[in-house]
């Protein structure tokens, strides 16, 4: 949304209002990072396409992929030589081998590739399964950073506004922490979340480094274009840009709390930022309590967490263009009420009306088998090329059998989940290449079955997203 209308939904909110200072503290902090906000995918654009590469950066990247190669050559290998896994079937052992390898590449590469390691993590159904699985059975962390760590970079960002920080993180992430404090003003409880230092540096040399060799992997082996890795690493620099400059993080709290007002969503609790406490290495929000859904929050209300994460990640895309992009367990609590209580904004995703207009029109077409439909809905979103060969990706998508609506709507979740992957696989095979936030929003689609599966797995997704698919004539109507 624009300045202005940013100012005028400020105004008229009674969630806003309810934090004196914060209309005018926002308005002033959107001023400064509105031209920087509205190049974001511009820049993750220029870093995801090969260029000239931090040479220092680059060393320690190929130190760390040579000891890779070195432990599995000379330990893991003779193993599986002598049990037999490699002449089994040797194809699916060296995709394993690779998935392993890029692991342990990233996992010995320090924070910044951590957070890479993080979203394939989440990037279930947009990446090879066998490389998230190899992410997801061995998650790559790092160490959190020491109390006084926090403090100094606290003070420097904020000066002495606050004080008492928990020497326990509440949340933590490799690019940064969250810890429980108090205002020095008047011991107000509040929430801080401070960058680690230099992270952001190492993540701009790492995404220019992966497009490079990303890219030349794709001119020798021509396969590897069809599922468009370079599209991944624009995707990770998209969201890593964001996240690295924690001003976002107070713009995008205030924007999805606004669109959850809109939307009446009694079910979920944002916390305000807390005005003129917003620097790029820290921001304070206030502390809405709760417990950490990370760390198992025990008994709560299963539909009604369900629905507040349906709302703010999908409901919310297509209703009012904006969402969260990253709610993932470290960003979430549960509150004393039952709320689901959301403590990290580092990624939001923002749809104009032509995404929503095609974002809800490829949903509508897919259940109702609208081949025709479908494919007019990725033009909506300039997701289709001029060279593009339309039908022959309308001969695919009518063939395949996972995207057969009475597949869809009896197969229950898995067919449902299949059915989107094997709809992601057809764009990309056809060198369809939507733009960066669909692919966060198709990302989302993935996090909600993941967390139905987390909180409630008797649940089904299709019982879930009921609500929400009563719903789409209606939002359909107010795009027309």
């Known amino acids: 949304m624009t300045g202005e209308e940013l100012g005028v939904r400020l ?20 001023r400064d990072l509105r031209i920087e906000r509205q190049t974001l995918v511009d820049h993750a654009a220029h870093l995801a396409r090969p260029g000239p590469v931090d040479p ?57 590739a951590a957070e890479t390691a993080r979203i394939i993590e989440t990037s279930e159904g947009l990446l090879p399964g066998v490389l998230v699985g190899a992410v997801k059975a061995r998650p790559v962390r ?20 606050v004080q008492a920080i928990e020497a326990e993180p509440t949340a933590a992430t490799p690019l940064g922490q969250v810890h429980r404090a108090k205002l020095a003003s008047d011991g107000r409880p509040v929430l801080v979340r401070v960058r680690r230092p230099h992270v952001d540096r190492d993540l701009h040399a790492d995404a220019r480094i992966t497009a490079s060799v990303v890219g030349s992997l794709e001119r020798l082996v021509p396969a590897l274009r069809d599922p468009h890795p370079l599209g991944f690493v624009e995707l990770a620099a998209r969201q890593t840009l964001e996240e690295g400059d924690l001003r976002n ?20 609790r944002i916390p305000h930022p807390i005005p003129g406490l917003a620097d790029a290495r820290a921001v304070v929000l206030e502390d809405i309590g709760g417990v950490s859904l990370e760390a198992g929050s025990g008994s709560f209300d299963v539909e009604r ?44 995703g923002c749809f104009d009306l032509s995404l929503r207009r095609g974002a809800l029109k490829y949903l509508t077409s897919i259940v109702t088998g609208d081949v025709e439909g479908q494919i007019e809905a990725m033009r909506i979103t300039d997701a289709v090329p001029p060279d593009v060969d339309v039908a022959a990706l309308a001969r695919d998508l009518e063939a395949s059998e996972a995207l057969q609506p009475m597949q869809l709507m009896v197969g229950g979740e898995e067919a449902m989940m299949a059915g989107l992957r094997e709809g992601v696989q057809l764009l990309l095979r056809h060198r369809l290449r939507p733009p960066t936030e669909i692919t966060l929003f198709v990302r ?37």
């Open 56 to 112: 220092f950066r680059a060393a320690r990247h190929l130190r760390a992929m040579t000891t890779a190669r070195w432990r599995w050559q000379y330990g893991r290998l003779p193993l599986d030589l002598l049990g037999g896994r490699v002449l089994g079937n040797p194809a699916a052992y060296a995709k394993a081998t690779v998935a392993g390898l890029v692991r342990d590449h990233l996992a010995s590469m320090g924070p910044a």
């Open 444 to 480: 989302n689609l993935f996090a909600l079955n993941a967390f139905v599966r987390q909180v409630a797995p008797e649940s089904d997704l299709l019982v879930v997203l009921a609500p929400l698919v009563q719903l789409l004539p209606a939002i359909a109507a107010e795009l027309d």
């Open 11 to 30: 105004a008229s909110s009674p969630w806003a209002r309810a934090e004196p200072g914060l209309g005018a503290a926002i308005a002033d902090l959107d």
């Open 305 to 348: 967490v369900l629905r507040g994460f349906l709302g703010l990640s999908v409901e919310s895309a297509l209703a009012t263009g904006v969402f969260h992009a990253d709610l993932r367990a470290e960003n979430l609590v549960i509150c004393d009420d039952g709320c689901l209580g959301v403590i990290g904004f580092g990624a939001l």
């Open 142 to 161: 790092v160490p959190p950073m020491s109390r006084i760590t926090v403090e100094a970079i606290v003070t420097r960002a904020l000066g002495e506004a």
């Open 249 to 268: 993080e107070a713009l995008n709290a205030v924007e999805l709390a606004l669109s959850a007002e809109a939307l009446g969503l009694d079910s979920v």
